[in-house]
């Protein structure tokens, strides 16, 4: 499964999506009010023991967690 598959099957199976197939992998996940605070706490928790990677507190901003797209992008970075 690609690194986006797996970012959509965790937010659309652990968060609140009325519609998960019209949620685009752009939108914005804390305005949309998809996740929160705890949400990222959540997503953060996620990367790291599916990925086997450390989210660094500096790391921990929306342009790196709060889309799919943004969130799949940092995954591939830190896995590179």
């Known amino acids: 499964m690609e690194i986006k598959d797996q970012v959509r099957a965790f937010i659309t199976s652990n968060f609140y ?6 949620l685009s992998d752009d939108v914005s996940l804390l305005d949309r ?3 929160d605070s705890t949400g990222v706490l ?13 989210v660094e507190d500096s790391e921990m901003l929306p342009d790196n967690l709060d889309s ?3 969130i799949s992008n940092f995954i ?3 896995l590179a």
């Open 33 to 35: 009010g998809i996740i």
């Open 42 to 54: 959540e997503v953060i928790f996620f990367i790291e023991e599916t990925f086997g990677i450390k």
């Open 17 to 22: 999506v009325a519609d998960p197939a019209t």
């Open 68 to 70: 799919i797209d943004r």
């Open 76 to 78: 591939t970075r830190k």
